[in-house]
């Protein structure tokens, strides 16, 4: 069974370039992830969710959101389930799967994001919504 953040003959090249960013963002691959990125992305993180805001630039996203993020939590990481192509916006469907503290159960925490690539096949962002009670819950 093939993984969903593995080409398959369909795929766009938006498409694929989400793909690769997921792949570049569980395996920390700064390079790829710079790549993948424009030089100014901009990452809306849904109001009510740990760090909710809108982040703007490389230093904000990584410097910024995902440390602060981190920090509310033992492990996190994003499993998208289901792509939706829609041209120049891509839509994953998944789970965070997220573990509060060193031990604990992992909680899964849905989410929806929404990703933009400019004309040159470079992502923009994403625009998040995620069950944030589920975030919460004990």
């Known amino acids: 069974m093939s993984d969903v953040l593995d080409e398959s003959v369909g795929d766009t090249k938006n498409l694929r370039q989400v793909k690769a ?7 920390k691959d700064l390079q790829s992830i710079r790549e993948i990125l424009v030089d100014e992305p901009v990452w809306d ?5 740990p760090e ?11 410097g910024g ?5 981190l ?3 033992h492990a996190f990481g994003a499993f998208p389930e289901r792509f939706v192509d ?6 994953a469907l998944g789970d965070y799967r997220v573990t509060k503290t060193e031990g604990s159960p992992p ?10 690539v400019d004309d040159h096949g470079r ?8 069950d944030s009670a589920q975030f919460f819950a004990s």
Do not use: I, N
Not at 52 to 62: D, K, L, Q
Not at 86 to 91: F, I, L, M, S
């Open 21 to 27: 960013l997921y792949r570049a963002l569980k395996s």
């Open 71 to 73: 920090a509310h939590v």
């Open 45 to 49: 993180v849904a109001p009510g969710f």
């Open 123 to 130: 992502v923009k962002g994403v625009w998040q919504v995620a």
């Open 52 to 62: 909710g805001a809108v982040y703007r630039g490389m230093a904000e996203v990584f």
């Open 86 to 91: 829609g041209g120049d916006t891509v839509v």
């Open 107 to 116: 909680v899964q925490v849905r989410f929806s994001h929404v990703w933009d």
């Open 65 to 69: 959101f995902y440390p602060k993020l």
